[in-house]
């Protein structure tokens, strides 16, 4: 199991040269802002912390030769406007000049190599080129969860020469909240693949399509499809490269009553589309027209979904239980184009107020949601890399994690580690107090448990004796429990912490909480002073004060006004 950088000890990171592996675009072109505000949190703490924080990353040419690589320049004014330090460019990633300018770093400092995409070493994940990169540093922190997937001497060769291998912060927050899910897949299981790299797109995993129930085929993956089945697909002509691929798709799924096509397109005359290269968003949207996927004409390239296949999206939706989403419906760089990707999520979104989980992955279709306006909190783990997380839902090894073994006796065990038990009810209060936490602890790390207590009333016990066999699947209180567990997942998730059980348990909620806490043996109890509903505050007067005078443990307590989203806090013994 991997470790993350905020379990080293603070003694171990001051002075010490850390190697930050990020990644930031897969091309040359715009920057990916969010990738760069992912691996923030994780220099920060370096830097707070006295570290010598390497900085290392692998940004292609935008024709993926190495006569015009970019130079990181832009990158480093970048980090200097988040950091607020300078950020020097070095003009080397390896060698004699690397290393005095390394060894010239005062703690706190922060360097940038020179781009990797200049070393066709790291590619191939050439050991010499690995061991050059490790004498740089005392530790290193993975921070490429995108590139996981891949085996370089950047993220894997440098893993055999460093002391010591760690996760940083979003790395390993991203591991947990995609794993949690990947675990605990319910059927019926429906993933949507779609994206205009189909190279990209294309799992080539068998055991993934083992878990998928239903698979529905969109963006450009639609349309190879249906030239691989002989149909006219308009303008847009796939190359031979890529029917090959669908074949293997097909072998890999093994059932092609499992793969759904599109019903419709929105099309544009080729005219136009030959224009959107010199035009893409700059000029006003081109002519568009609905088609039925099988009546595409010779003239007519599909940029998008049509309506109704929007709608049978919707009732895939409605009768999952997991979704896996890769890559978005249409050409979503145009924003003409993005509108059945924003209106499918926005689906999802309402979906989420049910029992329901999922995956969304791959950098444009993230952007493309993220751009919308749309309330993206209550959505499932989201992440840019595509293939990795794939992988991890198929439960194949990830070579860039698998590398991070911690060899260093610094590392805290498990005896170490922080519990903390955390009550949470239907009411909004629950969701404030969670925020609140996530606010004021350090709960990377620490293990969580999330506990329900429902008290039945006495006339629903009865009748829930004579209903026995059907009451989980009926009391609505159960999926109120759900539903707040999922949105305490998505707020917890953002601190990098990962909720190690979810409780629902029936009787007089004081005593669950206190037994369940003497059972876990939690170093804390955290919650809101009216964590409960109303009836229960008439009958029981605060429970959260009879917690805090009961509990063997310290109880931090969080006082949510009634109407008011102010908060204070007050605790019993308990720390930070």
Sequence with gaps: ?????????????????????????????????????????????????????????????????????????????????????????????????????????????????????????????????????????????????????HSLASTVGITRFVPVSVAGLDMSRQIKVIDAVAQHTESPFLAILGGNRIEETLPGSKRFFRKVDRVFIAGALAVAFLKAQGHEVGAYEPNEDSLRLIQDFVEAVGESSKIILPDDFVCIDKRDWRELPHNGNRSKPPAMEIVPTFRLLPWHVPVDVGPITILRIGTLLEQSRTLFWHGPLGLSQVEAFAAGTREVAGLVIEKHSTRFQSILCGHSLVRTIRNSGLDVEHIGPMSTAGQSVIDIVAGDPLPGVEALVAKNPATPSAAARRTILIPVDDEERSIRVLRSISRMLELSGTEIHLIYPHERPLLASAKAGLFHGERQKEDPWRMDAERIFALADAILSRSGAVPHARIIVEGEPVSCILDYRDRIGADLIAMGCRGFTRAQRLVLGEPSQTIADRARCPVLLLRIPEEESGEEARGRGATQ
């Design 1 to 149: 199991m991997h470790i993350s950088v905020n379990q080293l000890s603070p003694e171990l990171l001051n002075g010490t040269r850390v190697l930050v592996r990020i990644a930031v675009g897969a091309s040359a072109g715009p920057l990916d802002d969010s990738s760069i505000e992912a691996c923030v949190p994780t220099i920060r703490y370096l830097l707070d912390a006295g570290a010598r924080v390497i900085v290392a990353t692998h940004l292609r040419s935008a024709t993926g030769g190495r006569d015009d690589i970019p130079s990181l320049d832009r990158l480093a004014v970048r980090l200097e406007s988040v950091l607020g330090r300078s950020v020097p460019n070095l003009s080397t990633a390896v060698g004699g000049a690397a290393l005095r300018a390394i060894a010239a770093m005062t703690p706190s400092g922060v360097v940038l190599l020179q781009n990797l995409a200049y070393y066709a070493e790291d590619d191939v994940n050439e050991p010499d080129f690995a061991r050059q990169l490790a004498t740089l540093a005392d530790i290193y922190c993975d921070e490429a969860f995108d590139l996981a997937h």
